[in-house]
């Protein structure tokens, strides 16, 4: 609830004397990309710690397995490598996706 009374207080002085918010320069817009960068930030944050978690909790599970920490570190490196590169690998996609329609010909 917090988070939501922070949003708020921060959206008040934008909107100045009208009623409106007005997506101008030094306006709501770049309350937004900040906003945006500090949820990435958090989700980063969040993703990094449950990695953590979630080795200790295979290495614990297991009796401190070496094949089970070493499986455990993978997946958590691949989450970490996707979080961390979500629009890297979403432009690569929509690259290969577009790649392959130009290649498609009519011969005649």
Known sequence: ????????????PLAGD??????AG??????????NQAVA??????AITFVMIFVLYQAYKSG??????IMASITGAILLWVVFNVTDL???VDT?????????????
């Open 90 to 92: 979403q432009d690569r």
């Open 96 to 108: 290969e996706i577009n790649a392959t329609a130009s290649l498609v010909q009519s011969i005649r």
């Open 64 to 69: 401190f397995a070496a094949a089970r920490i």
């Open 18 to 23: 009208s009623s409106t918010l007005v997506a």
């Open 1 to 12: 609830m917090s988070v939501l009374i922070s949003f708020v207080q921060d959206a008040i």
């Open 26 to 35: 030094g306006g709501i817009t770049d309350w937004l990309t900040n906003k």
């Open 41 to 46: 930030t958090l989700v980063r944050a969040v």
